[in-house]
């Protein structure tokens, strides 16, 4: 089954968090926070202004991204624990480092 979103909407799989600290204590799964990092699955057409222009999305599938704490709802597809969130909610998006190259 596929699942597009409507309008200002984004479908997020969270990111999974590291299950040990610094230390090298384990953490288990009912005491570890959810990480509030997530990759996009699939957006949305855009939202729409009053006067019906289309607003178009800056994100994309496959992005990696930030967003709140206590953001989107909950949801299950194909068995698979998913995030489904207004554009708004996310706060931005991760940019991997370019490698820059060395002068010889």
Same mark, same amino acid.
């Given at each position: ?7 200002? +909407?984004?479908?997020? +799989? ?7 600290t ?22 949305? /057409? ?41 554009? /708004?909610?996310i ?14």
């Amino acid at each position: 089954m596929s699942f597009r979103p409507l309008h200002d +909407r984004v479908v997020v +799989r969270r990111v999974g968090s590291d299950e040990k600290t610094a230390g090298g204590i384990i953490i288990p799964d009912t005491a570890q926070e959810k990480p509030s990092e997530g990759q996009v699955v699939s957006v949305g /057409s855009g939202g729409r202004t009053e006067d019906g222009k289309e607003i178009a999305m800056d994100v994309k599938a496959g992005d990696r991204v930030l967003f709140g704490k206590w953001s989107g709802t909950e949801v299950t597809i194909d068995g698979e624990e998913l995030l489904i969130m207004k554009e /708004s909610d996310i706060m931005g998006v991760i940019e991997a480092k370019k490698k820059s190259k060395k002068a010889a």
